[in-house]
């Protein structure tokens, strides 16, 4: 495993935001859902997609708190410009479990 210092994990902007929107998205490749997700007044909203769709429906995540890099270059997917890439674990099958903080806290803050 490659090290890293503190000054190239600051460069990582990763935020909490909140699932404000979320739909099928039947063209990517592999099942995915697009999420429009809003990281508070200072970044905006910003929409993505993911390939969570084993243990996640669009309309289960609607209202969802979720931790993303938010300092990423748009990704072109398809149809669809992802502006952010949520973060998220494999379980035991390898199908991505996001990552969300266990209280409510404010949309936009910053992980640290």
Known sequence: MAEITF?????????????????????????????????????????????????YTPESLVGKRVMAVVNFPPRQIGPFISEVLVLGVPDENGAVVLISPDQDVPIGGRMH
């Open 7 to 55: 000054d190239d994990f600051m460069k990582v902007d990763i935020r909490t935001g909140v699932v404000l929107r979320a739909e099928p998205f039947p063209e990517a490749r592999k099942p995915a859902i697009k999420m429009w997700i809003d990281f508070g007044p200072d970044i905006g909203e910003k929409k993505t997609s993911a390939q969570i769709t084993v243990h």
